[in-house]
């Protein structure tokens, strides 16, 4: 059975068919990319497959596993909880959960445990104490965890997972948009700091075209609240750009952001794109 919300993930698609068709299942699952509703969706559908009773095509989405996991009350998937302030799943909840690891399965044939949110979430102490049950996981358990980027996790929690990533339908994936806000507030903050960090995130051809394509679009939308219109990506960001900025600065910052857009097309070196983009957002807008 596949996710009809998995529309245009071909590759994705794939790889969850040959592990469906060999009945072969990962210890550990990262999902990353689109956005996290998809991710948890996949997650959930994961989950159903690995606690599925029936004999043939799994998940069924029918058998009493299946119903159960749908309800979110099998008693083999454990969803952590996050604590404290910060919501994360801390060194008392990982603490528990690999523990409880290798207690064997009540009722499906193996365990789950989902970590939503990972990049915020799972702090690297817990992905330390998570790692020695990652390096001899029990047979029977598959660990899900997502994130924004698998990247926000350490490389050995990585090396020791499948990674399946989600591609957005909208082209971009939160990653992309919460750096292109870093960005837009990075250009009318008052540090300069701010706005070097963010665009030297830029480090990938195709991620630096994909944000700053995002980054004219929250220009834009700042232009559209400017003149009385609606803003469609992110009102908060419009309101915000609006305090600060003219309509000639609008227009003169979108012209520099396409100009880099067109340097990275153009092979330039992304450091130097992204070096020169700082200073001339800064240059546009606070030398007079
Ligand atoms: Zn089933």
Not at 18 to 33: C, F, K, S, T, Y
Not at 191 to 216: G, P, Q
Request: proline fraction near 2%; include cysteine; charge should be negative.
């Amino acid at each position: 059975m596949i996710l009809p919300e998995l529309t245009g993930n071909e590759n994705l698609k794939n790889q969850l068919s040959r592990l469906e068709e060999q009945n072969r299942m990962p210890h550990a699952v990262i999902i990353d990319g689109g956005n996290e509703e998809l991710r948890l969706k996949l997650a959930e559908h994961l989950a159903m497959w690995a606690v599925c009773e029936s004999e043939g095509e799994k998940p069924c989405s029918s058998c009493k596993g299946c119903t159960l996991a749908k309800a979110k009350s099998h008693s083999d998937i454990h969803y952590a909880e996050g604590e404290g302030k910060t919501d994360s799943y801390n060194k008392k909840e990982m603490s528990f959960i690999v523990k409880d690891a290798y207690i064997k399965p009540y009722i499906a044939d193996r365990k789950v445990y989902i970590l939503s949110e990972c990049d915020r979430k799972l702090p690297v102490i817990s992905q330390n104490i998570f790692l020695k049950t990652l390096e001899e996981p029990p047979q029977d358990v598959l660990f899900i965890m997502t994130c924004k980027t698998s990247k926000s996790l350490l490389e050995t929690i990585r090396s020791r997972a499948m990674t399946f990533t989600l591609e957005s339908e909208l082209g971009y994936s939160d990653e992309h948009l919460d750096l292109a806000r870093e960005i837009a507030l990075g250009i009318v903050a008052k540090s300069e700091m701010d706005l070097l960090k963010a665009t030297y995130k830029l480090d990938e051809r195709a991620k630096a075209l994909t944000v700053l394509d995002l980054v004219i679009q929250l220009l834009r939308d700042g232009l559209a609240v400017y003149v009385g219109s609606e803003a469609e990506l992110d009102a908060e960001i419009a309101e915000t750009l609006c305090r600060k900025l003219t309509k000639k600065n609008y227009l003169e910052l979108i012209d520099i952001t396409k100009d880099a857009q067109l340097k990275i097309t153009q092979n330039v070196g992304l450091k130097l794109v992204s070096t020169e983009l700082c200073a001339k957002y800064r240059r546009a807008l606070w030398q007079r």
